[in-house]
């Protein structure tokens, strides 16, 4: 069973894009993208509201994703979020295969 987040950025004014960039020239996103357990880590641009980003993350379980924050590299994640994110929302979900379950009975 796979575990989903979804965190919702809204970042401080104009600068979105240099945000994301930043990540990706540092290396943290291929660095996350490598981690055991991560299926899959895509950001997204809202078309109508430029100062937010959305990440999706999959992860191989709950406690894959626990294990990712723990990472040297998401110490300087941290960092760019306090310089360019004015606040964060999370939704994490537990994905269910229903065709799995349909099966199991």
Request: aromatic share 14%; hydrophobic share 35%; glycine share 4%.
């Amino acid at each position: 069973m796979s575990y989903n987040l979804h965190v919702l950025y809204d970042m401080k004014t104009g600068v979105r894009e240099t945000f994301l960039n930043e990540v990706i020239r540092l290396g943290i996103l291929n660095k996350i993208r490598a981690e055991e357990g991560c299926e899959s880590y895509e950001f997204y641009y809202n078309a109508q509201r430029p100062d937010e980003l959305l990440l999706l993350e999959r992860w191989a379980s709950k406690e894959a994703q626990k294990q990712h924050l723990t990472q040297p590299h998401m110490e300087e994640f941290f960092k760019l979020k306090d310089i360019y994110v004015e606040h964060t929302t999370l939704q994490g979900f537990e994905f269910i295969d229903f065709e799995e379950k349909i099966n199991e009975k």
